[in-house]
């Protein structure tokens, strides 16, 4: 269960909360509660995500049911830096696609004296550990696992299954190409895709 950190009045500072799982876990919903909660109490809160992730919009941070926040699309994890001054919260979503500076970036926001707060995919397709997540998640105060339910068992589900035939690591997807899936799900997947390939 997440807690949120009491009040200091003597000493600004600031953390590191993670929020991870596999796709349609509800990572992007959790990471836009909190930030709005941030804005309810009249924290200064900027949002950034990365330039690719177009899926819903341009600009708004869009979770799967349609709960949107504004942000700021950047390309690298350094121009965020440029861009937090003056600022209580800053939120990150969709970190697995920042370069591996990301980590370096909330370390230095939360030495600040900033709340960090950022989302991501925890394991690729293939699942193993995604880009930054990792490091992210050992240096965060706070780390939150969202599930998904399994779209085979019903099961809670911690993989992202991808359904079509493609080997990039990174490529952007909703339903018709992610399926969220137990472990058992996966590897029976997994195992049922290698011998379509080897014919190849």
Request: with cysteine.
């Amino acid at each position: 269960m997440f807690l949120e950190n009491t009040v200091n009045h003597t000493e600004q500072f600031g953390w590191i909360e993670v929020i991870c799982g596999s796709m349609f876990s509800g990572k992007t919903e959790e990471l836009i509660r909190r930030l709005k909660r941030a804005q309810f109490a009249k924290q200064s809160v900027e949002i950034f995500k990365p330039t690719i992730d177009t899926r819903y919009d341009d600009v708004m941070v869009v979770s799967h049911d349609a709960n949107e926040i504004r942000s700021t699309p950047v390309s690298s994890s350094a121009s965020i830096l440029l861009m937090c001054e003056g600022v209580h919260v800053v939120g990150i979503d969709e970190a697995q696609f920042f370069d591996d500076h990301i980590v370096s970036v909330c370390n230095e926001l939360a030495n600040r004296g900033i709340r960090v707060i950022v989302a991501g995919l925890d394991m690729d397709f293939k699942g193993n550990p995604f880009g930054p997540m990792p490091a992210l998640m050992a240096t965060a105060e706070y780390v939150t696992k969202v599930h998904a339910v399994c779209t085979r068992t019903g099961n809670l589900a911690h993989y992202s299954f991808r359904k079509v035939a493609n080997d990039n690591v990174v490529m952007l997807g909703e339903t018709q190409e992610y399926e969220p899936l137990s472990r058992a799900a996966y590897y029976k997947a997994m195992r049922s895709q290698p011998k379509k390939e080897e014919h190849e």
